[in-house]
């Protein structure tokens, strides 16, 4: 039931998708979708880790990759459907924004990072991502429940992301991080953190007013009033630090 006008786009989006699976009697509505978006892009995972390796920058490269691969969502718009190619295209065009030498000596300097995932299909890339970072203390967190496209801890069992670092759920089921309504793990990591990853425009709106933490948005700008508020076209591809 939603509450008021003045909740944010996040919870709103909790609130109807919630209502939905009610009415429709199904779980997980895009788990098709879902599963379909991880089977692309692990079948050419060793072309896409080859492509990181062997670029000049490869952290870079994977920062790129993990970006561009946020074009895989259900809820803003359409996922595009042939999505390796779409992919391919997106890393040709420059960031609009780009705080990527600020993250890196983010990276080099942290104690301990709260890397935040956003949606299907592109956790393949937040996978590849952690690889190169090789920080010993990454800490990946899921939404608690299937919410739209997004990932839960359920889908990073099928890319192996056990493997590469620790993982959580955030505890809600929300296409966001809404700290009110996360489960204390998931606070605890993220209130001991030095360094947040953030990936989406959904973690964007959630922790859009957060500030005195050192959090990177890895995001494209998919609607025109996130795009006017970071001052680039609705499209654009970005990383930025604005919450310290």
């Known amino acids: 039931m939603l509450k008021s006008q003045n909740n944010s786009n996040p919870y ?4 109807l998708h919630a209502f939905a699976k009610e ?3 199904v779980e997980v509505l895009f788990a098709k979708e879902k ?4 089977r692309i892009i692990l079948e050419d995972y060793s072309l896409w880790k080859e492509y990181i390796l062997n670029s000049e920058k490869p952290l870079f490269t994977a920062f790129r990759l993990a ?34 030498g600020q993250l890196i000596e983010s990276i080099s300097k942290a104690k301990k990072i709260l890397y935040l995932g956003d949606n299907a299909g592109e956790i393949v890339f ?10 010993p203390n990454v800490c990946y967190a899921t939404r608690g429940e299937a919410v739209i496209n997004d990932v839960t801890f359920f889908d990073t069992k099928s890319v192996d992301l056990h493997s590469v670092c620790k993982v959580i759920s955030n505890g809600n089921n929300a296409p966001s991080t809404i700290l009110e309504i996360c489960n204390q793990e998931f606070l605890n990591e993220f209130n001991s953190a030095d360094l947040i990853i953030s990936k989406g425009q959904g973690n964007f ?35 930025v630090n604005r919450s310290v």
Do not use: W
């Open 23 to 25: 009415k429709i009697g």
């Open 35 to 38: 599963e379909n978006a991880n």
């Open 205 to 239: 709106e959630g922790l859009l007013h957060e500030k005195g933490r050192n959090i990177f948005f890895l995001l494209m700008a998919k609607c025109a009033p996130i795009a006017k508020l970071l001052q680039v076209k609705k499209g654009d591809q970005l990383i």
């Open 67 to 100: 970006v561009a691969g946020n074009i895989i969502d259900y809820g803003a718009h359409s996922a595009p459907k042939d999505i390796k190619t779409k992919i391919e295209q997106l890393l040709k065009q420059p960031l609009a924004l780009d705080n990527s």
């Open 126 to 135: 937040d996978k590849m991502l952690i690889e190169t970072m090789n920080h």
């Open 12 to 15: 709103l989006a909790k609130e």
